[in-house]
């Protein structure tokens, strides 16, 4: 394996700008300033204050101006809480990920770099030309509107362009230009001469290898030899066909239909294996068999692409079984951190006063734009009809939606038609709607069992150097259990979670000056 890291050589963050940010941050200290301000807590009235007299109906909101309801209507009766906790399904989360992504995620973080030979100097390409691609592979490059490599590609192209080939591991966090490296690779190394199939990628779902084959198509629009051909449910192959295109890109199971029972091509022909989120892939129930038995029936000389998102142990073990003799290259994941965040809590008593809470403080939220979590799409959907019914007009996004209507959902928020966005776990990940200043968790992650899931407490309320404006975070306890959540989560990350009520109103007025 690795004998060696190098360091990419990137200059660290510009202090020039270091003037600009800090008058940045304090305009957005005084606009959570006024925000909490706001909330014009006085003593004894606290945030869950004004209840009906019967808790099967709502009353106004306070303080919103934005079409409160005066008439009580009947609303559902509030989830027991007993249902699953919705979590998100990481092939979703990966494609709604590259769906909604504008452009490219571009990271300040240093690339590690692990060489097999020492001695070989391993360079990266700061233009496209550099990489003496094919004429028509530079005009494609170029129609897609890249200019340059991205960080990854900079220092991954060369290597997987080079001859003899390399083997490669490449991870780095979604959207920072994976996909485009290893397709450029695929399509650099095929040999239009040969009508057979070269190259075989293997994404693990249908819509994944789709997106995959898109960006490939774009990139090869002026190639016009090249052959691409899917291999995913819905393909079909006439009895005893040989397939002549020269990439195949498609999902394990199907893959292995074809190659290994309907021997519609020779896996022994294979030059180039790309195995693409493979962290996706192995999370998927008997994708990982299916690739390592392609993998067996792949010649020992066949180039193998591995690219993954993430860098845990069962995926690096998967890694080091599919490719040998690698060179390895990391690019740390931006952390999201709690620096730039006010965090509190608000004592309910039960969902109801929890909703009573959230409606004391909508005119607050809804100044920029917040999202709310749910454990279950049950309350979600509960809580989105309360809130409707009081007049506000709020988004919903969990699971059971498309990832076409989820796309949609996510568009009209960032586009500020509902400034309000009740989800689950379905979204902990990868919030990149810059103007959310406040979280809301209306239950406090957990896992199935009980215990307090801080990654996932991070995941929604934490900022990423990208996005590291300031933000508050309010979490909604209605029990001793969700309490201990609570302080869980307050020693886990080392960071005060203060009471938020009328006896610290004065704190609070002060936040951020
Ligand atoms: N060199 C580049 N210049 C400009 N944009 C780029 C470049 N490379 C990729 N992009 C764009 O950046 C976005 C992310 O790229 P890409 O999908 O390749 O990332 P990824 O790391 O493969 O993400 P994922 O892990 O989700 O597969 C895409 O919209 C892509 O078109």
Avoid at 73 to 101: C, F, H, Q, W, Y
Avoid at 249 to 258: E, S, V
Avoid at 282 to 304: E, N, S, V, W
Avoid at 345 to 352: A, E, F, H, T
Wanted: with cysteine; glycine share 6%.
């Amino acid at each position: 394996m690795a004998e060696s890291t190098i360091e990419s050589n990137n200059a660290s963050a510009a202090t020039a700008a270091a003037g600009a940010e800090n008058w940045v941050k304090k305009v957005e200290d005084q606009e959570i300033s006024n925000m909490v301000d706001g909330l014009k807590l006085e003593k004894g009235n606290g945030l869950v204050g004004a209840q009906t007299d019967d808790p099967s109906t709502t009353s106004s909101v306070v303080g919103n101006g934005t079409g409160a309801v005066t008439a009580a209507v009947p609303t559902p009766a509030a989830p027991t809480g007993e249902e699953e906790i919705e979590n998100a399904n990481p092939a979703d989360a990966s494609l709604l990920m590259k769906i909604i992504r504008k452009g490219l995620v571009e990271s300040k973080l240093d690339l590690e770099v692990q060489r097999r030979d020492p001695t070989s100097p391993l360079h990266s390409v700061k233009s496209f030309e550099a990489l003496h691609l094919k004429p028509e592979l530079l005009q494609g490059v170029y129609a897609m509107g890249f200019n340059a490599p991205s960080k990854i590609q900079e220092t991954a192209l060369p290597t997987l362009l080079a001859d003899p080939p390399q083997n490669m591991i490449a991870q780095s966090q979604s959207g920072t230009g994976k996909t485009a490296a290893f397709v450029l690779a695929m399509l650099s190394r095929v040999d239009t001469t040969k009508n057979y199939p070269q190259v075989l990628c293997l994404s693990p779902t249908y819509e994944l290898a789709i997106q995959t084959g898109e960006v490939a198509a774009k990139m090869s629009k002026f190639c016009h030899d090249v052959k691409l051909r899917y291999a995913v449910r819905g393909e079909e192959l006439a009895k005893g066909a040989k397939i002549t295109d020269h990439i195949i890109i498609g999902t394990p199971g199907k893959l292995l239909d074809w190659g290994l029972k309907f021997r519609a091509f020779d896996l022994r022909k294979i030059t180039v294996f790309v195995l693409d989120e493979a962290d996706v892939m192995i999370a998927t129930q008997g994708h990982q068999d299916q690739c390592i038995r392609i993998h067996k029936l792949l010649p020992p000389t066949c180039q193998m692409m591995f690219f993954s998102a993430t860098y845990e142990k069962d995926v690096m073990e998967f890694a080091e079984y599919i490719v040998p003799k690698p060179i390895v290259i990391r690019l740390a994941r931006e952390q999201e951190s709690l620096d730039n965040i006010k965090q509190y809590y608000v004592r309910c008593k039960d969902q109801n006063e929890k909703y009573q809470a959230i409606s004391n403080i909508y005119g607050v939220i809804t100044v920029g734009q917040a999202i709310i979590f749910c454990h279950t799409r049950r309350t979600a959907s509960w809580l989105s009809g309360k809130l409707s019914k009081d007049g506000h007009s709020v988004a919903v996004l969990s699971g059971e939606l498309t990832v076409e209507q989820r796309l949609a959902v996510l568009d009209r928020f960032r586009a500020g038609m509902e400034k309000v966005l009740i989800t689950t776990n379905v979204l902990s990940r990868g919030i990149d709607v810059e103007q959310v200043t406040i979280v809301v968790n209306f239950d406090l992650p957990m896992f199935q069992d009980g215990r307090a899931d801080c990654e996932t407490y991070l995941h929604r309320i934490g900022r990423t150097g990208r996005f590291g404006k300031n933000g508050i975070a309010i979490n909604l306890v209605d029990s001793e259990h969700s309490m201990k959540i609570c302080k869980t989560i307050e020693s886990h990350f080392q960071k005060k979670i203060q009471l938020l009520d009328a006896e610290n109103s004065d704190e609070i007025e002060k936040i951020g000056s």
